[in-house]
Every structure is written in C-alpha cells, then in structure tokens.
C-alpha cells in the first residue's frame, strides 16, 4: 500500500499513464498556470491525509477527467524553486484516452524517447529517465 502523507504540502503526485503501445501521456500547462507551456506529467498535491494513490485518481479526475489504475513508484524528485516540495511520479493506466482540459491546453501519447524532445517541466525530466531506465530492466 502506498503511503499516506502526513502533510498534504510536502509532497506533490504525479502520473506516468502508458498505453499498450507503450507510449505515455503528456499534458502542457496552459497559459494560466504556473509554468505555462511546459508539458508534465499531470497530478498535483494530496489533500490532508489522502494517499498517493487516492491523489493521484483525484486529481486526474478533477483536471482531465479520466480514471486510473495506479501501480508502483517511479522515482522522486525535488521540484525546483518551491521550498523543499517533492515530486512523486506512480505508474498508472487508463481506458479513458480522450482527456477533458481544465488546466492544460495540450495533451499528447508519445513514446518515452520522443518525450525527451518536448520542452518537460524540470522536475519531470528525471522522472522521465528514471522511467525510462525501470522499463529497460
């Protein structure tokens, strides 16, 4: 089981989804948000109490409207400029293909290689590899 957070501003949750055909799912942030134009694995912070996983599901819901299956930790990452918050990546699934946007402007499947090409959120970027890098195991 994946753990509960003990304060819901120290840890911030996001998805790695994969298709069959291995490919992952980006979304850009959209002009509004902090780090506009930036593409990321989508997600955000845990309500007091909520485990990463119920996170995770929430949030996806909430910003994109589509349901997860979720798996195991990817990796962890420090998200820059923002006082210590760190950012956990969860592997995940989903039958819901075709995202409804609230917060992005894009989104995208893309092969874990050509995701390297896309101008990715900095603490995005070594969860990418560290991705990348579990799948070639």
Not at 63 to 77: A, F, N, P, Q
Request: hydrophobic residues 40%.
């Amino acid at each position: 089981m994946l753990e509960t957070l003990k304060e819901a501003n120290q840890v911030v949750v996001c998805g790695i989804v994969e298709d069959a055909q291995g490919r992952i799912f980006l979304a850009r942030r959209g002009a509004n948000q902090p780090l506009a134009g930036y593409w990321e694995f989508p997600g955000g912070k845990a309500e007091p109490g909520e485990g990463l996983e119920a996170a995770l599901c929430r949030e996806f819901r909430e910003e994109l409207s589509m349901g997860l299956r979720v798996g195991e930790e990817i990796g962890r990452t420090p998200i820059p400029g923002n006082g210590g918050l760190e950012l956990v990546a969860l592997r995940a699934w989903t039958d819901d293909e075709s995202p409804v946007l609230t917060v992005h402007d894009r989104w995208c499947w893309v092969s874990p290689p050509e995701a390297r090409g896309l101008e990715l959120a900095p603490a995005d970027i070594p969860l990418l590899e560290a991705f990348i890098a579990a799948r070639s195991e």
